[in-house]
């Protein structure tokens, strides 16, 4: 069983930054080997992805997001960060950081609880 946790939400103005932090804990062996990613879930909407780090450390983003966003992943400690520029009113929602296997099938992982990100304008 793996435990996803992110911390790091908050309130913004337009234009501003936000970090967000996830940790995976269960078998250090499977965790280093997971793709990690973010989510996010405007109010209403579903849940689409973010961007996502493979255990290669190649990236992808949304295009929403593209040129913003920057995810990156702390080899020493596994921790997942999403730092976010740039921020805009449509970026708010639940950002959701998940775990698992592979990255094309990312959505089927280890969900953690969100952590809520409000941007204002």
């Known amino acids: 069983q793996v435990q996803v946790t992110e911390s790091g939400g908050g309130s913004v103005q337009a234009g501003g930054s936000l970090t967000l932090s996830c940790v995976a804990s269960?078998?250090?062996?499977?965790?280093?080997?997971?793709?990690m990613g973010w989510y996010s879930q405007a109010p209403g909407k579903g849940r689409e992805r973010v961007a996502a780090?493979?255990?290669?450390?190649?990236?992808m983003y949304g295009d929403s997001v593209k040129g913003r966003f920057t995810i990156s992943k702390d080899k020493a400690n596994g921790t997942l960060y999403l730092q976010m520029n740039s921020l805009k009113p449509e970026d708010t929602g639940m950002y959701y950081c998940?775990?698992?296997?592979?990255?094309?099938?990312?959505?089927?992982?280890?969900w953690g609880q969100g952590t809520q990100v409000a941007v204002t304008s």
């Open positions: 780090i493979n255990s290669h450390g190649s990236t």
């Open positions: 998940v775990a698992g296997p592979y990255c094309d099938d990312l959505r089927r992982g280890y």
């Open positions: 269960g078998s250090a062996h499977s965790t280093s080997t997971y793709c």
